[in-house]
Nanobody, 121 residues
Framework: QVHLVESGGGLVQPGGSLRLSCAASGSFFSIYIMGWYRQAPGKQRELVAR???????IYSDSVKGRFTISRDNAKTTVYLQMNGLTPEDTAVYSC???????????????WGQGTQVTVSS
């Protein structure tokens, strides 16, 4: 079992920055992929960014050049540095862990509870 806890959301003015964190805990050996998704009101959840255990990163076109995803050395915490925020970035941001290797097998699609990011003046 893996437990994901996000933090760092809040209210920020357009052009501002926020840094989200997601810490994974529980009984597991490793997590292959960690990522951030977001869901705005009335819209489907969409990928923001993913990072693989080898450091490879993937970003959605809408955040390229503004957001940066990273992991700590233990690879159990993932961060999302968000710069140049716009009102269109307003959403609930959720952390995802995929291919989590545990003593009982591999877990897929593990989610945190989400954290609200609101960009408004």
């Amino acid at each position: 079992q893996v437990h994901l806890v996000e933090s760092g959301g809040g209210l920020v003015q357009p052009g501002g920055s926020l840094r989200l964190s997601c810490a994974a805990s529980g009984s597991f050996f490793s997590i292959y992929i960690m990522g951030w998704y977001r869901q705005a009101p009335g819209k489907q959840r969409e990928l923001v960014a993913r990072i693989f255990s080898d450091g490879t990163t993937i970003y959605s076109d809408s955040v390229k050049g503004r957001f940066t995803i990273s992991r700590d050395n233990a690879k159990t915490t993932v961060y999302l540095q968000m710069n140049g925020l716009t009102p269109e970035d307003t959403a609930v941001y959720s952390c995802n862990a995929d291919q989590v290797h545990t003593p009982r097998g591999v877990l897929y699609g593990q989610w945190g509870q989400g954290t609200q990011v609101t960009v408004s003046s």
